[in-house]
């Protein structure tokens, strides 16, 4: 069956099928949505403590070759935030997968972001629009159930993923940004 050959090459497809082998009921976009919320509140890019909230997700100690996925992962996070042109390319299932599974990891992916922003954010004063674009992950992640198999389910949904393809990068300069440029962080 040729049809299922582009699923199973999907990057979020062949981790889903990590994790599920290993006994990991985690969808990736729920790790990936951790990763980067931890890394836009400013928690660096140190492996050893995001292995350790990984392995508080993943319910229990990953095995080398996932260790070895989620080591990848942040590499490639932190290629995107740290490069001269900041893109996020979201860890979602492929467009021809249906959209209701789709809809469920982008609700997955915001709880993941707003969990490990929570996890890491100190206690700095946010911005209104940083507060708004909390705001707006939360409200996302409820709405997975509301979109429809249909052309406008599929404008919204794309619509969503744009813009959590732009939105955590203004918590990203507002939190993690100034940190990055000061070798030492300086008192509180």
Known sequence: MPAIMPIQNSPYAAFAALLTSNGHPVSPAELHGLL???????????????????????DSEPSEQVRQ????????????LSGSEVTIILLLPN?????????????????????????????????????????????????QDALEESEDGENDYMEVMEYLRVAPLLLFTECAKPLAAVPKPALH
């Open 36 to 58: 980067l919320g931890r890394s836009c509140a400013g928690a660096g890019f140190d492996s050893e403590s995001w292995l350790l909230d990984a392995t508080d997700l993943l």
């Open 69 to 80: 996925a989620l080591i990848g992962l942040q590499e490639m996070v932190k290629g995107e």
């Open 95 to 143: 467009d021809d997968a249906p959209l209701a599974e789709r809809a469920q990891a982008l609700g997955q992916w915001c709880q993941g972001f707003l969990g490990g922003f929570g996890l890491t954010a100190r206690d700095a004063a946010l911005s209104a629009e940083a507060i708004e674009v909390l705001q707006d992950l939360a409200g996302i992640a409820q709405v």
